[in-house]
């Protein structure tokens, strides 16, 4: 991996993040990169939008009247804000089950407001709280639209799980044997393949006629959409850049350093990895690329200012350094 930000303090780089940036056409063709395009990594939460198009396509929107931004949950990484919570139990109430369904453990939420409420109200934190509740809400739906047994739908061998393997292995173009499986933080599989096939599978959302189009376009449509649903109402990037833009770029985060975003103008997808895990590096390599393939304009580069060059504080809220991103991408 090659370094892409570097980390000041005062006059002197202090720490580089090293990484790569795959970035394809709706045909899966690379045509701008930066590193190891075959490191073989995991998307973590970034995977989402892919693993949310079986559940698009077994009708269980339909079936349980759920909508556009109840598909937006089933995407997210959200901050636990009431919102969210509302939004996932809204979907295992039209589904006739509980937060006592869900399998992805619980955590403090990523908000800090909505858990200091929360414990201000004397409530207490439960799996719907979990960032990836929407994500789990919609595969018990699936689960209920299909009759597929909702006690073991984290398992790799349900028939859930085993119909995301397919579905990335086709988008990705990589063999399911091929596909690298391990177990995400909230419990259920997650997969790892090249950066490359990364790009070719999200950039597929952006090819008409593709296989599943009509899902990914419902995807597409109500992330932009409800961008706040995907991640939070503040201090979240990939919220902020689909905001800025209005919808037009669709993006994910994931954990340990990935993010991917699909520009449905440009019909171009890119895919990031940092090296090192840290998502802080993230927003400007980002904006670095989309600003160098003219994908946002000026106005909305500087409404997300703060992530162009984010800076680094001390504990007094004084700016002690910056985070700069710093390479040049290979254009094919």
């Not at 160098?292 to 350094?321: F, K």
Request: proline share 5%; charged share 20%.
């Amino acid at each position: 991996m090659k370094p892409f930000v570097r980390v000041t303090r005062g006059a002197v780089d202090e720490s580089w993040h090293a990484g790569a940036i795959a970035v394809a056409n709706p045909e899966g063709e690379i045509v701008a990169s930066y590193g190891d395009l075959d490191f073989f990594t995991f998307a973590r939460s970034s995977c989402k939008p892919i693993q949310a198009l079986p559940v698009v396509e077994s009708g269980a929107l339909e079936a349980f009247g759920l909508d556009e931004s109840h598909l937006a949950l089933m995407c997210a990484s959200h901050s636990s804000e009431p919102m969210h919570v509302e939004k996932a139990n809204e979907i295992l109430q039209s589904i006739g089950l509980g937060p006592e369904h869900l399998v992805c453990g619980v955590h403090v939420p990523h908000s800090r407001e909505a858990y200091e409420d929360l414990l201000r109200r004397g409530g207490t934190l439960t799996a719907i709280h979990n960032n990836c509740s929407g994500k789990h809400a919609g595969m018990l739906a699936y689960c209920r639209a299909t009759g597929a047994d909702p006690s073991s739908y984290a398992e790799l061998d349900h028939p859930l799980q085993q119909a995301i393997l397919r579905t990335l292995s086709e988008l990705a173009g990589v063999p399911v044997d091929d596909i690298r499986v391990g177990v995400d933080g909230c419990g259920v599989p997650v997969h790892a393949i090249p950066l490359r096939a990364w790009a070719r599978a999200f950039a597929s959302f952006l090819r008409p006629g593709a296989p599943h189009a009509a899902a990914m376009k419902r995807i597409l449509s109500a992330m932009g959409r409800h961008p706040e649903l995907v991640g939070g109402s503040r201090d979240r990037f990939d919220t902020d850049l689909m905001r800025a833009t209005q919808g037009r770029i669709v993006a994910k985060g994931g954990a340990e350093g990935f993010l991917a975003v699909m520009d449905t103008r440009l019909g171009l997808a890119m895919v990031v990895k940092v090296l090192d895990g840290n998502a802080r590096a993230i927003p400007p390599v980002a904006l670095k690329v989309l600003t160098d393939l003219g994908a946002i304009s000026a106005g909305e580069r500087d409404s997300l200012h703060a992530y162009v060059e984010p800076s680094v504080l001390n504990t007094q809220g004084r700016e002690v350094g910056r985070i700069i991103a710093e390479f040049s991408l290979h254009r094919s």
